[in-house]
């Protein structure tokens, strides 16, 4: 080996992982993802702003500065005249601050700047809450780890794609800051930093929503040691990074406060014009996974399901839209899968010989997740996990498998689409976002690639049109 290219790998952090042991062999004989790659190095930038929480009459900024600086927020509802101002205030170095803007008026468009005493931000425009018959945009990407198998300057391609798209806010779909692939919490915190400067692209104008991915150490794996717990240590840096919402007059979720984490800030609801937004957690309440062998200890927790099934049942929107990372159940022990594998364990009752299971493993419970959606008139379903696009339909229902935003492979389909189970629909490559535009009659779903092509779209009926 060459030395300039051992720097390189050195630099990236490869030589050092392989040599701790990090590169186990998983099904199929690949090598698991570097997670201390480039892409957790990020230009320097001086200040970074990611919006969330979006209501009818607030958004919070959270502010994150790179000097010490002085600085406040100046905002209005006509683009160059921001004449609302927030407190002058001090701005620490490293010290995400979060700034709530409110009273604003319901449905519509803001204008925003960060002014400082080291620089101004460009202008940003965020939009409120939109009432039932307002059409509008939002966007979806998925998986986007910062591994090495991630390029970011595809990743960034993608956000600027799904800024260009003007939604009103983005969702992730987890598998974003990987704590439990970082060799140390060092190594780990230096990923919510990049986030910030990636989503920080996007999300200054698109309010963030967070849904959980199995590697962002929130996960049973993460839970550990009750005192040092990697689970809890992690939902504190999301939260300290990234503003998720928490139950208020706007939006539903889990309202029990973990004895050292507080509001978990993991699953959640809203309604955005026609459409009803709800957000699961399949983790924090699974059982440890037994050997990984029993996808039965995969669940939503009784709390979780009984707000999933009220939420649906209370729910009066044209459209509701479930996002989960997987499925609660899966074909293996990675859970992986779509609609093929919708049948089995909590999320379909069903063992996987076929035979039913749900009232032995769940007592109680009046019906497995796919058949409570179903009753409920439930349009899609999006996932991640799996790394590809893959749209399908069960029951009349959308399975929505959502592509990574950042990985190379010039939009082929990888051989996991068999590896993972995936049969029927339409199944194509990463890398990019999705764009859906929902208005009162329809949702029209476009698959936006990386360079700004769009490789596949469909239209999603209103409930009134099934
Ligand atoms: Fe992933
Ligand atoms: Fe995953």
Redesign the pocket.
């Known amino acids: 080996m060459k030395w300039p290219t051992l720097i390189l790998l050195l630099s990236c952090g490869i030589v050092a992982a392989q040599g701790d042991g990090n590169t186990e062999r998983r099904k199929g004989g690949s090598k698991q993802p570097i997670q201390t790659s480039k892409c957790n190095d990020v230009p320097a930038h001086p200040f970074d702003l990611i919006l969330g929480r979006p209501t009818a009459k607030s958004v919070t900024v959270n502010v994150l500065c790179y000097e010490d600086v002085e600085g406040l927020l100046a905002y209005g509802t006509e683009a160059g005249k921001l004449d609302i101002r927030t407190v002058k205030r001090q701005f620490k170095k490293g010290e995400p601050a979060e700034i709530v803007l409110t009273p604003l008026k319901p449905n519509t468009e803001y204008h925003y700047q960060f002014l400082s005493a080291r620089g101004h931000s460009d202008e940003f425009a965020f939009h409120t809450a939109r009432p039932p018959g307002s059409p509008f945009t939002f966007t979806i990407t998925a ?1 986007s780890h910062l591994d090495e198998h991630t390029e970011p300057s595809i990743y960034q391609r993608t956000m600027a794609g799904a800024l260009a798209s003007k939604p009103d806010f983005h969702i992730d779909l ?2 974003t800051f990987m704590s439990e692939k970082h060799p140390d919490r060092e190594s780990a915190a230096k990923q919510y930093l990049a986030q910030r400067f990636y989503f920080g692209q996007t999300c200054q104008s698109a309010p963030l929503f967070l849904v959980l ?3 962002d150490g929130e996960s049973p794996r993460g839970r550990g040691d009750a005192t040092d717990s990697l689970a809890v240590w992690s939902n504190m840096m999301r939260k300290r990074y990234f503003p998720n919402p928490v139950p208020d007059a706007f939006f539903t979720g889990n309202s029990n406060k973990h004895p050292e984490a507080g509001l978990l800030q993991d699953y959640y609801a809203w309604q955005w014009g026609d459409a009803q937004f709800i957000v699961l957690d399949p983790f924090w309440f699974s059982q440890q996974q037994r050997g990984h062998k029993d996808n039965w200890s995969r669940t939503l927790g009784n709390n979780q399901y009984q707000w999933l099934k009220a939420t649906l049942e209370a729910s009066k929107a044209k459209f509701k839209f479930i996002f989960i ?2 499925l609660v159940g899966g074909a293996d022990n990675q859970c992986r899968g779509g609609a093929e594998v919708a049948p089995w364990y909590e999320w379909g009752g069903k063992n996987p010989d076929g035979t039913d299971g749900f009232a032995e493993h769940r007592p109680g419970w009046p019906a497995p997740i796919h058949q409570l959606l179903v009753r409920n008139k439930v349009s899609a379903v999006f996932h ?2 799996d790394h590809l696009y893959a749209k399908q339909d069960l029951d009349g229902i959308v399975y929505q498998e959502v592509p990574q935003p950042g990985a190379p492979g010039n939009g082929n389909v990888s051989r996991s689409v068999a590896e993972y189970g995936y049969k029927d629909g339409v199944i194509l490559g990463s890398s990019g976002h999705l764009r859906l535009a929902v208005s009162s009659t329809q949702t029209k779903v476009e698959y936006i690639r990386s360079d700004q092509t769009v490789s596949h779209e469909y239209v999603i009926p209103s409930a009134g049109g099934k």
């Open positions: 998986d987890g598998d991915g199995n590697h990372h997987h991640g996990h």
